[in-house]
């Protein structure tokens, strides 16, 4: 999705583990809209989750090599638009796709100046990632536990990075995406701004 405007930033968009569903396709329009030029690859072959159980059939189905290749090949791909800035680029993933935004800020550090983690963490090296880190995270989370995203953070800061991590009182997993039963219209209106904010920065 690429705004009017030529030379706009660009976001790599990388959709939990439901797959490449209305959600992550019109959260790439949202940024358009903003100004920026935003990439949703395909991480699940086409194939789309409604259920947990079935999210879970396509996680142990999954290849993960292909994933990953396609992955690293995103910055490249996003580049090569005549409307994208080719300098650094932002990348923005949620559950699945927040370890993996992880694991790629983490690879291509020269290709990533923003990384967004929505409820989603990673035992990467994170001494090597060089951009800004912005986490949104629930309070409850039966994933993605209050214990592990604080160690994540201190492992960032111990690394020399300086994460901005939000929790949003009173939500869950999911709480960003509004075709989950999970959602929560205030914690993810504010999430989305100041991930605008972050953007822009």
Same mark, same amino acid.
């Given at each position: ?51 947990? #159980? +079935?999210? &879970?059939? $396509?996680?142990?189905? !999954?290849?993960? %090599? ?8 995103? @910055? ?64 409850? #989370? +039966?994933? &993605?536990? $209050?214990?592990?995203? !604080?160690?994540? %953070? ?8 300086? @994460? ?38």
């Amino acid at each position: 999705a690429t705004p009017e405007q030529v030379n706009a930033p660009g976001v790599i968009v990388l959709h939990a583990w439901w797959g490449l569903n209305s959600v992550f396709k019109k959260l790439c329009d949202r940024l358009a809209s903003e100004g920026f030029a935003a990439f949703a690859p395909d991480l699940n072959n086409g194939k789309v989750a409604k259920t947990v #159980d +079935e999210a &879970e059939q $396509l996680m142990s189905q !999954r290849n993960r %090599e292909r994933q990953h290749a396609i992955i690293a090949s995103a @910055p490249d791909f996003l580049r090569g638009s005549a409307e994208v800035q080719k300098g650094s680029l932002a990348v923005m993933g949620f559950s699945m796709g927040a370890a993996q935004s992880l694991a790629l800020a983490s690879e291509r550090p020269a290709d990533i100046r923003k990384l967004i983690v929505f409820y989603g963490t990673n035992d990467v090296d994170f001494s090597k990632i060089r951009a800004d880190i912005l986490g949104h995270f629930a309070n409850t #989370d +039966e994933y &993605e536990p $209050l214990e592990g995203i !604080r160690a994540m %953070e201190t492992s960032m800061r111990a690394a020399g990075l300086k @994460p901005t991590f939000y929790i949003y009182p009173n939500t869950l997993h999911w709480f960003f995406e509004n075709d989950r039963p999970e959602y929560d219209p205030e914690a993810a209106r504010l999430a989305w701004t100041r991930t605008l904010e972050f953007l822009r920065e």
